[in-house]
């Protein structure tokens, strides 16, 4: 275990019981991370806690949706409680709820901003009172280490998207957040960069003839794409597919690594190619 990347460093992660976020939650853990497992779904993040201590890592859950209000805190207090800390924040958690503007409800408006944007927000508010404790007791002791917030964009929200106004806003959001927290937490050398999706084959992707929807928050949410719509998508990507979760992870993973520590307030499409 001695030459592992992240050997020891806690890491949170929302979203993680599926797609994306499951497999970014298996390669900190596999570098050596412990990490906090969030989803809004128990099943599915307890099976990842469980993947990752049968492989000999460490995980604890903390389930809920990242849009109740108490749920910050507790999330942060999670990580405290189990590891004493906190060194890596991946948001990722998230689903889309699409419509053209007109038919766009202050519902579904509201619903997406608070799960992509306000969250986050919040979470990072939440840990700022312990990254600076943690930072002012290693600068005292001449010690430099390096935390990472990874925030989770997507190229909707950096060229916009058709049917997705509520989405393609918090999406952007999410890069000004980035962009302030890398000018505010620099001085505790915190790295705070983002990560934008093109097209990964997740959940929120697959491919369906039918409707198929899911249910998020007690709303059912209509998920996935048709046949058609996969085949254009992937004749405009350079590398000619969609990503898996484990590429997508990839690049998070960068973004955690040490050899990042120098890189701050950045966006990167992780798209195969796809130029926005
Ligand atoms: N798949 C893509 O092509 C793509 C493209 C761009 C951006 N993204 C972004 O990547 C992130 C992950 O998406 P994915 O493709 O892995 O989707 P996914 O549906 O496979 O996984 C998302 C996970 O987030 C959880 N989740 C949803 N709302 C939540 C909430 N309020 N609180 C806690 N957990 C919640 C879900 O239960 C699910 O397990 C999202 O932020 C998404 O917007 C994905």
Same mark, same amino acid.
């Given at each position: 275990?001695? %030459?592992? @990347?992240?050997?020891? @460093? +806690?890491?949170?992660?929302?979203?993680?019981?599926?797609?994306?976020? !499951?497999?970014?939650?298996?390669?900190?853990?596999?570098?050596? $991370? !412990?990490?906090?497992?969030?989803?809004?779904?128990?099943?599915? /993040?307890?099976?990842?806690?469980?993947?990752?201590?049968?492989?000999?890592?460490?995980?604890?859950? #903390?389930? =809920?949706?990242?849009?109740?209000?108490?749920?910050?805190?507790?999330?942060?207090?999670? &990580?405290?409680?189990?590891?004493?800390?906190?060194?890596?924040?991946? %948001?990722?958690?998230?689903?889309?709820?699409?419509?053209?503007?007109?038919?766009?409800?202050?519902?579904?408006?509201?619903?997406?901003?608070? #799960?992509?944007? *306000? +969250?986050?927000?919040?979470?990072? !508010?939440?840990?700022?009172?312990?990254?600076?404790?943690?930072?002012?007791?290693?600068? &005292?002791? =001449?010690? +430099?280490?390096?935390? @990472?917030?990874? %925030?989770?964009?997507?190229?909707?929200?950096?060229?916009?998207? /058709?049917?997705?106004?509520?989405? +393609?806003?918090?999406? $952007?959001?999410?890069?000004?957040?980035?962009?302030?927290?890398?000018?505010?937490? =620099? !001085?505790?050398?915190? %790295?705070?960069?983002?990560?934008?999706?093109?097209?990964?084959?997740?959940?929120?992707?697959?491919?369906?003839? /039918?409707? *198929?929807?899911?249910?998020?928050?007690?709303?059912?949410?209509?998920?996935?794409?048709?046949?058609?719509?996969?085949?254009?998508?992937? &004749?405009?990507?350079?590398?000619?597919?969609?990503?898996?979760?484990?590429? $997508?992870?990839?690049?998070?993973?960068?973004?955690?690594?040490?050899?990042?520590?120098?890189?701050?307030?950045?966006?990167?499409? #992780?798209?195969?190619?796809?130029?926005?």
């Amino acid at each position: 275990m001695g %030459n592992l @990347k992240l050997e020891g @460093k +806690a890491a949170l992660v929302t979203g993680a019981g599926r797609g994306i976020g !499951r497999s970014v939650a298996l390669q900190l853990a596999a570098q050596g $991370a !412990r990490v906090v497992v969030n989803d809004l779904d128990a099943d599915p /993040a307890h099976a990842v806690v469980e993947e990752i201590r049968a492989a000999g890592g460490e995980a604890v859950a #903390c389930f =809920g949706s990242v849009t109740a209000n108490d749920f910050a805190e507790r999330f942060i207090k999670t &990580a405290v409680d189990h590891y004493q800390g906190i060194d890596i924040i991946v %948001n990722n958690a998230g689903y889309t709820w699409d419509n053209v503007i007109q038919k766009m409800t202050d519902e579904q408006w509201y619903a997406i901003l608070d #799960c992509h944007l *306000t +969250a986050p927000f919040r979470i990072l !508010r939440a840990a700022q009172p312990v990254i600076r404790a943690l930072h002012k007791a290693e600068a &005292a002791e =001449g010690r +430099a280490v390096f935390r @990472k917030v990874v %925030n989770i964009s997507s190229v909707a929200g950096l060229g916009g998207n /058709a049917g997705q106004a509520n989405y +393609a806003v918090a999406k $952007a959001g999410i890069a000004g957040l980035t962009k302030t927290l890398s000018k505010e937490w =620099g !001085r505790m050398l915190v %790295n705070v960069n983002t990560v934008a999706y093109g097209f990964i084959r997740t959940r929120l992707t697959e491919v369906t003839e /039918a409707d *198929t929807s899911v249910t998020i928050e007690g709303r059912d949410i209509k998920v996935g794409i048709n046949p058609g719509l996969l085949k254009a998508i992937e &004749a405009s990507v350079p590398l000619g597919r969609g990503g898996t979760p484990e590429e $997508a992870a990839g690049a998070v993973y960068l973004f955690c690594s040490p050899e990042s520590n120098y890189i701050s307030g950045q966006v990167v499409v #992780c798209g195969g190619g796809i130029l926005i």
